[in-house]
């Protein structure tokens, strides 16, 4: 297990969350981060600010909720993984490319790939899909990879291109 997923795991953990969908808005609140809807228009998905100590996360309501999701867990993860970096900051995430902006720095990318890896493996814990899998598995019907990525981004509220993207990380299914 990656360090990204076990910071993930624990913080689940300490909070007692055990089941899907995960309430990423409740643990952003339940870590005295501020959560605000903004209209941060068509080309921005998210925010993190950190000012004094303070973190607020700025998402954009115009986008689906399982967007705005992995939005907020994206920059949570830039709270979790990133606020040692600079004591105040500012992370902003473009809604067409999270994890590539024009003109980054290779630190810039690692730290919005480093984010992506925490949103998904807080949203999709591997235990909980290995959990929701089986019982897939188990109805005895036999589905095909597309179907049961369909099955599990309903359960988990995630995209179906997150979903896809988690389970071909932990090598449930082929990479395409």
Known sequence: MSAIEQKGSKLLDSLGVRHAPIPIKKIV?????????????????????????????????????????????????????????????????????????????VRELKQEKEANAFAASILMPRALVEKESEKLYRNGKFLTDDEI????????????IAMTYRLINLGYIPGK
């Open 29 to 105: 609140k339940q870590l005295n981060i501020k959560l605000n809807s903004f209209n941060l228009g068509d080309e921005i998905s998210g925010a993190l600010v950190i000012e004094n100590g303070n973190a607020r996360i700025g998402y954009n309501p115009f986008e689906s909720e399982v967007r705005q999701r992995f939005t907020i867990a994206h920059e949570l993860g830039h709270y979790i993984l990133h606020k040692g970096v600079k004591k105040d900051g500012l992370f902003v995430d473009n809604v067409k490319v999270m994890f590539r902006r024009q003109n980054s720095t």
């Open 149 to 160: 990525v369909k099955s599990l981004a309903s359960t988990f509220k995630v995209s179906t």
